[in-house]
T-cell receptor, first 112, second 114 residues
């Protein structure tokens, strides 16, 4: 079956660093995405990893280990506006291009 | 960057009526579009894959006669919720892939059936 796990909730302090982990077990793998979703809004794209290693993009970095079925999203210099849900999604090559299997999301609360 | 426009953003309808949701790719052609549904505090769940010029592919458990999908052009897919009931109240989101590395999302439609 398909299974994507990430913590339900996390809390961090403004200015700090937070790491959101994601583990996956899927029948196929064609890349892993991280999305940010504010309440009541559509997800917005943050990062894409298909090869092992770290991808850095400003305050956000994403890491992938395919052998371990593991990824994390690292947020630095946290701001209040980073309070949102962060969705880990795996593109299953067994499905149509672009078909994504989503985890339940991690609700991040950034406190002053 | 690529933009996907979804309309309406919010709709309230009476039980038993039908609601149409549109999803447009504004600056690229999308032969495939995906329709997701998200209940409160739950993950996005794929409902169906919309294919331009052919029948949509529905995920297990999704009633194709209730959720009608039409993908008549390379830039427009529509989802019609027929004979809506309160349990159909949800957040519906479409997405369209561009290339191999990104899937762009519409703004989402909050459907409330009363």
């Amino acid at each position: 079956g398909q299974n994507i796990d990430q913590p339900t909730e996390m809390t961090a302090t403004e200015g700090a660093i937070v790491q959101i982990n994601c583990t996956y077990q899927t029948s196929g793998f064609n890349g892993l995405f991280w999305y940010q979703q504010h309440a009541g809004e559509a997800p917005t794209f943050l990062s894409y990893n298909v090869l092992d290693g770290l991808e850095e993009k400003g305050r956000f970095s994403s890491f992938l280990s395919r052998s371990k079925g593991y990824s994390y999203l690292l947020l630095k210099e946290l701001q209040m506006k980073d309070s949102a849900s962060y969705l880990c999604a795996v593109q299953n090559y067994g499905g149509s291009q672009g078909n994504l299997i989503f985890g339940k999301g991690t609700k991040l609360s950034v406190k002053p | 960057g690529a933009v996907v426009s979804q309309h309406p953003s919010r709709v309230i309808c009476k039980s038993g009526t039908s609601v149409k949701i549109e999803c447009r790719s504004l600056d690229f052609q999308a032969t495939t579009m995906f329709w997701y549904r998200q209940f409160p505090k739950q993950s996005l769940m794929l409902m169906a894959t919309s294919n331009e010029g052919s029948k949509a592919t529905y995920e297990q458990g999704v009633e194709k006669d209730k959720f009608l999908i039409n993908h008549a052009s390379l830039t427009l897919s529509t989802l019609t919720v027929t004979s809506a009931h309160p349990e159909d109240s949800s957040f519906y989101i479409c997405s369209a892939p561009e290339g191999f590395t990104e899937a762009f999302f519409g703004q989402g439609t909050r459907l409330t059936v009363v």
